[in-house]
């Protein structure tokens, strides 16, 4: 048999070792659910702290039960270390670490080209690589592919190289790794058949496209078309605040159309780390072609000055109340990127919060997912999340609904601010004079 035939083999009657290269919301969920199909499965981070989290059974990662990290553990189908040596055992490699931005909004490919070095000293013949880093078409082929077959491997002989967009939804409770279509492409059809073969026994719906790089593109397109249409919404939000039209029941009727039409809503802006950074990752290799993005750099010009719209319309709201903003007591409502969940990577709501410290207001945050974070600009002062209750938000000039967490209780806190701004439309069932809209 050959490399392919062999793996193949292993693959179908689940003997492969699989391992997993960054236990983040990606891969550790992926790690997670190819050890309960039945894989031996090999998690590495260079995390200490992550791994000792999870030897002691203990998930960080919203989507993954804890008890579910506790069983694989204990069934040693999961072994998890910071130690890549492990590798020279394993059959396949995904690699899901993080694809950042520079300051310069250029790719960070650090932690891709890390991993390669580090899974390179451990390689062997007959091994599949998958990246599932959101990445620019071209670098599976280029820091993969290329810097693996520099050691004498060929790729689709005795190296197998894939590229398979992760499609996490953090806190998506219908749609989880098992149950959301995966699109995998390979550098050859024999690397797509090996990746469809493994991802197959883990995620229901497989979806092989022709080469590594229109996989790449899959996600850019995925990713670009909510910026774009985020964009598109603020920007009517803009127009209809200027134009005093509730831009609210405008998506909502528009919404009522049956086909043709998708409901996209304003914010404070656009946080996480996909949707704010992976199209910057389009129109920078973009422009090695000579082509400029401009939906692209408009959505991300669009998007990114939300936070600076608010602080105009708390301006204007503290207005009606004959009050300015230096000095205003501003409580916000909501710290992480979107609702129910606990990240803060690039939440606008941080942004506002920064802005408006700026302004001179005095600013506190409730968030009981988020009850803690780091002054980004006062190095080492830890900011902490207030407790929400009736009388303290009575003491507040402005109320500001940052991001709608299911768990706010919209009627009390409505019974008792005095002035409400509600960037998230959380309010939408309780109408009153005191509540003001983006
Ligand atoms: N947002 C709006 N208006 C909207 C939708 C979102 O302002 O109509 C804001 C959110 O509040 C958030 C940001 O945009 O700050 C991103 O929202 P998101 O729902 O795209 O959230 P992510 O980045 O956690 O997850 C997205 C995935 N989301 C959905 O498909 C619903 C998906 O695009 C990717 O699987 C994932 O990014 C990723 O990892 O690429």
Known sequence: ?????????????????????????????????????????????????????????????????????????????????TDFAGISQADTVSICVPTPLRKTKDPDISYINASVSEIKKFLHPGMLIVLESTTYPGTTDELVKNELELLGYKAGED?????????????????????????????????????????????????????????????????????????????????????????????DAAATKPFGFMPFYPGPGIGGHCIPLDPMYLSWKAKTFDFYNRFIELASDINGNMPRFVVSKISEVLNTRKKCLNGAKILLLGMSYKKDIDDLRESPALELFYLLEETGAVIDYCDELAPSFEHERRHGEIVKALDLDADMLKSYDLVVLTTDHSYFDYTMIAANAGLILDCRNGFKKIKAEHIYKL
């Open 159 to 251: 190296l197998f190289v894939a590229f398979s967009p992760e499609r996490v939804d953090p806190g998506n409770q219908i749609y989880q790794t098992h149950n959301t279509p995966k699109v995998m492409g390979g550098v050859t059809p024999a690397c797509t058949e090996l990746a469809v073969a493994v991802y197959g026994n883990v995620v229901s719906n497989i979806v092989p496209v022709s080469s590594t790089r229109s996989a790449e593109m899959v996600k850019l397109l995925e990713n670009t078309f909510r910026s774009v249409n985020i964009a598109l919404v603020n920007e009517m939000a803009l127009l209809c605040d200027r134009m005093k039209i509730d831009i609210w029941e405008v998506i």
């Open 1 to 81: 048999m050959n490399h392919k035939e062999k793996l193949l083999k292993k693959i179908l009657e689940k003997e492969a070792y699989l391992a997993v290269v960054g236990l983040g919301y990606v891969g550790l969920p992926l790690a997670v659910e190819m050890a309960k199909k039945g894989y031996r499965v090999l998690g590495i981070d260079i995390d200490e702290s992550k791994v000792s989290r999870l030897l002691q059974g203990e998930s960080y990662v919203i989507d993954v039960k804890s008890e579910d990290v506790q069983d694989m553990v204990a069934a040693e189908r999961l072994t998890v270390s």
